[in-house]
């Protein structure tokens, strides 16, 4: 997220190096770094897997890769040329320890080649059951005793509930210094995301409305259109609230509704969030039913095609009770927020793919205006659009123009497309970035991913103790099951959605 400084030399370790993952996130990442100028002038990436490549068929995959998924496109020869020379790769086991003495290896060389001492990132890209075994033999190999230069990233989902959560960062902290500890949630390295906290504490205006004496309820919504691909063993084992809102969503809400940090130092702005999930309200068996909705997927049509139903996708359990839907309502019991619903929602094959996070202001306190003039009348809403339209708008009341007094609600818009010229970087290329230059604001912290889990714990339990009956219970191309409107509906609010960028 900072800085103009270029890292120390740099050896990157990716485990996982020939998995989905690395070809479209990491790989890019590293490589437009690379373009950008980044990258330290010295530095190694070592991709590593049980499959058994030469350097030159790694690199190969990862030009292939590049020209698919990269925003920079089909690589330039000669820059491209300048940094394969710097890929490599190494067949692995990552249960033996042969493994890591070859990587050992690896590093004295580029030590001595360099004639400096490098930074090590081991990245693990790979499936969680992984995690602990990875750590452990890098401990027992003693390539994580540089407290100073080792860093470990850990993708999500960090632990399937609480109590694997609270091992794993046992396991990590028995080994790594919570400031070698990069947990990943790419949400936090959306630009969108990043700017809120800029919206938030480099305005003046902001903050006096920023309350539960201003705001009447707060929606966050992140829909998408894909199902769940090919990704059934992993997302049969999880659904929509581990896999979007334990991490995604409630960072989305940490961000709106932190206190200001009194610096922007990693750990207190953490704090402030940590803060937040702490003071929200916990759920007891009966707010599960009245403030938790969850869905299924059933078949339909999306664009033109037919789409199957969940429970007919590959790899997923035909009676599957997983849940690719769910709306909640939270409360935050402290001073700012206090009887301030927020309203989180997402879904896998939703009507739109956005994610859209308002803010309802309440309404004036007395209107002067004639009945026939309001009509179409709309309490003030901040509007950030997160993707795929980059935006804020505020939505106000103007005098249409005319003889007659009549209102139309009209946004005042802060959109990235017509300011800036330069493309926003991929969230794995800041992410990526900060984890060479040791910067860990962007990045989860133990007792966050804890207090995260502890918050969503009672309705998980709740859900997966009782099946649900009426799964399916939305069908492709819609926005969610009924209940979800019902939810937000009983309060007097509807779901907000954007209108599709092009469209009136
Ligand atoms: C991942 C989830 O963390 O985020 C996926 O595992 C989801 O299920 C994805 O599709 C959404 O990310 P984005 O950046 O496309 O909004």
Known sequence: MSSNTKSDPTIFVIFGGTGDL??????????????????????SI?????????DEQFRENLYNDLSQFSRSGVPDKEKWAAFAQNVYYQVSDVKNAETYKEFGKRIEKHSADWKAKPNVIYYLAVSPNLFPIIASN??????????????????KPFGHDLDTAKELNQLLSSIFDECQIYRIDHYLGKETVQNIMAFRFANSIMEPLWNRNFIEHVQISVSEQLGVEE??????????LRDMIQNHLLQLLCHIAMEPPVSFNADEVRDRKVDVLKAMRKFGPDDVRMSAVRGQYGSGWMKGKEVPAYRDEPKVDPESNTETFAAIKFFIDNWRWQGVPFYLRTGKRLHQSSSVITIQFKDVPHLIFPTEAAESWQQNRLIISIQPEMSIRLQVQAKRPGIDMIL???????????TYTQQAPEAYETLILDTMLGDQTLFMRGDQVEAAWELVMPILSTWQN?????????????????????????DGFNWFTLPVQGKK
Do not use: C, H
């Not at 070809?23 to 373009?35: C, E, H, M, T, V």
């Not at 990704?231 to 929509?240: F, P």
């Not at 099951?481 to 009983?490: C, M, T, Y």
């Open 22 to 43: 690395t070809s479209r996130k990491i790989g890019p990442a590293l490589y437009n770094l690379f373009l950008d100028g980044w990258m330290p002038s010295q530095f």
């Open 46 to 54: 070592i991709g590593t897997g049980r499959t058994q490549y030469s």
């Open 466 to 490: 009782k099946k649900s009956l009426n799964f399916p219970n939305y069908s492709a191309d819609s926005w969610g099951p009924e209940s979800a409107e019902a939810l937000i509906a009983r």
């Open 408 to 418: 139309n609600a009209v946004d005042m818009v802060f959109d990235y497309k017509g």
């Open 138 to 155: 890098l401990a027992k190999a003693k390539l994580a005793d540089d407290k100073n230069r080792t860093r470990i990233v850990i993708e």
């Open 231 to 240: 990704r059934g063993d992993y997302y049969d084992g999880s659904g929509a």
